[in-house]
């Protein structure tokens, strides 16, 4: 029988995390990546550079609609695609390409003690004019991988940057 609501019921406490995902926006014509300034009022990294990105919500899931039925399991295809478009769009303005380069991933706990799955990737610009969300960020640049240097950024925005055009330019 396939699943009627998300419930965490039947959940094992010690493998629950936040799922989330950052996407290091890559403009092709310059060849400069986008970095967002954190807002003072943030929980995680306030005040540092980032990317754009954010949790999975089970609001995403709609157990009413899921894309496909995989035997009794529901399947929401290109979850993570969407989150990223979505995220780009609330926090930066802008749109994305939906083709995305695997940059790598970390698993952390937050300083309110939540656990977190991070997976960050790589996408190409598609337009858009860049206005921070407000309450979110405060400030942003394109950069390229020297220029990065110069931004107190979240600890390894830098290296995600010069990846990200690595994988663009390679």
Request: overall charge negative.
């Amino acid at each position: 029988m396939a699943a009627e609501k998300i419930s965490l019921e039947h959940a094992k406490q010690n493998k629950l995390f936040y799922f989330v995902a950052n996407v290091v926006v890559y403009r092709e014509g310059d060849g400069r990546c986008l970095i967002l300034k954190r807002d003072m009022r943030e929980k995680v990294h306030p005040g540092k550079y980032g990317v754009p990105g954010g949790k999975l919500e089970w609001g995403e899931l709609d157990i009413a609609h899921p894309t496909r039925m995989n035997g009794e399991v529901l399947d929401f295809e290109n979850a993570v695609e969407k989150l990223l478009v979505r995220e780009a769009r609330e926090e930066a303005g802008i749109e994305i390409n939906t083709d995305l380069k695997y940059i790598n991933s970390v698993a952390f706990v937050r300083p309110d003690g939540i656990p977190v799955i991070l997976v960050k990737f790589a996408a190409t610009y598609a337009g858009g004019e860049v206005k921070p969300e407000p309450g979110a960020f405060t400030d942003y640049a394109w950069v390229n991988a020297e220029e990065v240097k110069r931004f107190d950024c979240i600890q390894g925005v830098p290296g995600e940057i010069r990846e990200t055009i690595r994988l663009f330019t390679s």
